[in-house]
């Protein structure tokens, strides 16, 4: 009689996010032991790994991308580049063949809620968007618990292609709205019957 047999899920892949996260906080556990020779290993030994996959990934990039298939979005690497971890990679390496914004509407489009870009300020790092729903090209409700869920998934995606984005702001459409027109009725002169007139009605 043979035994049954035991199925082992593969491991789930890390994406880049959740691996600098974890890193961070081993290094930081490092830290709280107060062994100084230990978090200085620890931290030239992330040096050391970057380097090593940096160096192979450049090698990667050189040989499945020409200059032309990067001016044209064509070629073996413009299909990885859709890929968050292997993008991820690249815009860490600072190997990424897209510039910043093309790399910022390529992580816009994966977030399920539709965003407009407002302003990125390379400086600051500072990307100002606004939600299109809320502009009145989606269904969404604008509720802020809406806003914070589809923040989140903004910055996630974009920790992945553009990390040079530092800080992710959402400003609301009714801040660029024009105010609404008020109808203003006019009292009659002293003396005179009838009903007053409305401004918003009456005007050209």
């Known amino acids: 009689m043979s035994a ?106 994966s977030v399920s809620d539709p965003v407009e870009v407002v302003g990125f300020d390379e400086e600051t790092g500072i990307l100002r968007l606004r939600s299109s729903a809320e502009a009145g090209d989606g269904g969404g409700c604008g509720c802020p618990s809406t806003g914070a869920a589809t923040q989140r998934s903004v910055e996630d995606a974009l920790a992945c292609f553009v990390p040079e984005v530092e800080q992710v702001v959402m400003e609301s459409v009714t801040t660029d709205r024009e105010p609404p027109l008020l109808q203003i009725a006019t009292r009659p002169p002293a003396g005179t019957a009838g009903a007053g007139a409305t401004v918003a009605a009456t005007a050209p």
């Open 4 to 109: 049954a047999a035991t199925v082992v899920a593969p491991p789930r892949a890390l994406d880049a996010v959740e691996a600098g996260r974890r890193v961070e906080d081993l290094l930081d556990r490092l830290s709280t032991t107060g062994d100084q020779e230990v978090c200085a290993a620890a931290e030239e030994l992330v040096r050391v790994l970057m380097d090593f996959y940096g160096a192979g990934l450049a090698r990667i990039v050189g040989r499945l991308g020409t200059p032309a298939d990067r001016g044209t979005g064509d070629g073996p690497l413009a299909a990885l580049l859709d890929d968050e971890l292997v993008s991820s990679l690249l815009a860490l390496h600072d190997l990424h063949p897209e510039d910043i914004g093309t790399r910022i509407t390529r992580a816009l489009d």
